[in-house]
């Protein structure tokens, strides 16, 4: 779950990195499905933990009510495999690529950070 930090800035959960990045790109958004099915397709080839949908949409609501996301429905999808389901589109917001470059900031600075010895 995204954090707020002191100074406003918000720090974002690995998923919702993940969802972010995905979506980056795409101004007409990207469909709930497809932002799953992208960041599976990462995580198997990364040897990473899958999420499903019980992780996915959750986080796009709460990202959405964050101001993270905006949300569209799109037309009715035609084709057998959609059953004629409505598809929620999903693009980033400003609040969501000022998130996603302070976090990407954040990981940054932890990689540059010096090594402690124990």
Not at 9 to 27: F, K, M, N, Q, R
Not at 51 to 72: C, D, F, H, N, W
Not at 83 to 102: E, P, Q, V, W
Request: no cysteine; charged share 25%; aromatic share 6%.
């Amino acid at each position: 779950m995204a954090k707020k930090q002191d100074g406003g800035v918000i720090i974002l959960s690995a998923t919702e990195e993940d969802i972010l990045t995905v979506i980056w790109g795409h101004s007409q958004g990207v469909y709930g499905l497809d932002i799953l099915n992208r960041i599976n397709k990462a995580n198997k080839e990364t040897n990473r933990r899958e999420i499903g949908v019980g992780s996915l949409y959750p986080a796009l609501k709460r990202m959405e009510q964050q101001g993270l996301v905006t949300a569209r429905w799109g037309e009715e999808a035609l084709g057998e495999e959609s059953g004629g389901a409505r598809r929620r589109y999903y693009a980033i917001s400003a609040d969501g690529k000022t998130a996603l470059n302070a976090t990407q900031a954040y990981r940054q600075q932890l990689l540059s950070s010096p090594t402690l010895v124990i």
